[in-house]
T-cell receptor, first 117, second 116 residues
Framework: DTGVSQDPRHKITKRGQNVTFRCDPI?????LYWYRQTLGQGPEFLTY????????KSRLLSDRFSAERPKGSFSTLEIQRTEQGDSAMYLC???????????????FGPGTRLTVL | DQQVKQNSPSLSVQEGRISILNCDYT??????FLWYKKYPAEGPTFLIS?????DKNEDGRFTVFLNKSAKHLSLHIVPSQPGDSAVYFC???????????????FGKGTLLTVNP
């Protein structure tokens, strides 16, 4: 399977613990995105990378959140000191980029469902 | 403030009939629009898209219409099949003509149920 993969698929943690999620994009895609989806809402943009550079962070991404893409391939999203409000589905997506503009569809992974008790 | 709105949380249609899902947007900077389908426990799957230079795009049973003056788009599925039952998200992006074409803004989704 050559789609976007995410690990773990489910994570249950206690409030105050740290959690880390991993995303492996489609191999030739140079852009990688993180979104968060809560119940009854559509996905909300968190941050994105072009290769290893993190180019944009949403105001939703508090100081407790950090994302990395060290070699321009897989990415990790860490949440420190989790709160119950962090409970959500965390989605990763990837796409190609045309230097001349245009749009490339983002392909999503299955998501990591986080439950903070 | 919701920049992309899907005002119908759910829609139920009979197999073989047309499904019409609607989406409104408020940000005039949006110039590229997409529809994604999502099954439970899976990530969104890209369905069809349209840029603001067009008013219609068709792909098999799926057609997206864009009315820029009304800031409205719709997805038509003809004929509808039970396997189409899923949540459909409308999404929009700015910067198609170059630059920051990265972030998708999603609506809340519409649950489509196609009854056999």
């Amino acid at each position: 399977d050559t789609g976007v993969s995410q690990d773990p698929r489910h994570k249950i943690t206690k409030r105050g613990q740290n959690v880390t999620f991993r995303c492996d994009p489609i191999s030739e895609h140079n852009r990688l995105y993180w979104y968060r989806q809560t119940l009854g809402q559509g996905p909300e943009f968190l941050t994105y990378f072009q290769n290893e550079a993190q180019l944009e962070k949403s105001r939703l991404l508090s100081d407790r959140f950090s994302a990395e893409r060290p070699k321009g391939s897989f990415s990790t999203l860490e949440i420190q000191r989790t709160e119950q409000g962090d409970s959500a589905m965390y989605l990763c997506a990837s796409s190609l980029t045309f230097t001349s503009g245009g749009y490339n569809e983002q392909f999503f992974g299955p998501g990591t469902r986080l439950t903070v008790l | 403030d919701q920049q992309v709105k899907q005002n119908s949380p759910s829609l139920s249609v009979q197999e073989g009939r047309i499904s019409i899902l609607n989406c409104d947007y408020t940000n005039s900077m949006f110039d590229y629009f997409l529809w994604y389908k999502k099954y439970p426990a899976e990530g969104p799957t890209f369905l069809i898209s349209i840029s603001s230079i067009k008013d219609k795009n068709e792909d098999g049973r799926f057609t997206v219409f864009l009315n820029k003056s009304a800031k409205h788009l719709s997805l038509h599925i003809v004929p509808s099949q039970p396997g189409d039952s899923a949540v459909y998200f409308c999404a929009a992006s700015a910067g198609y003509s170059g630059g920051s074409n990265y972030k998708l803004t999603f609506g809340k989704g519409t649950l489509l149920t196609v009854n056999p």
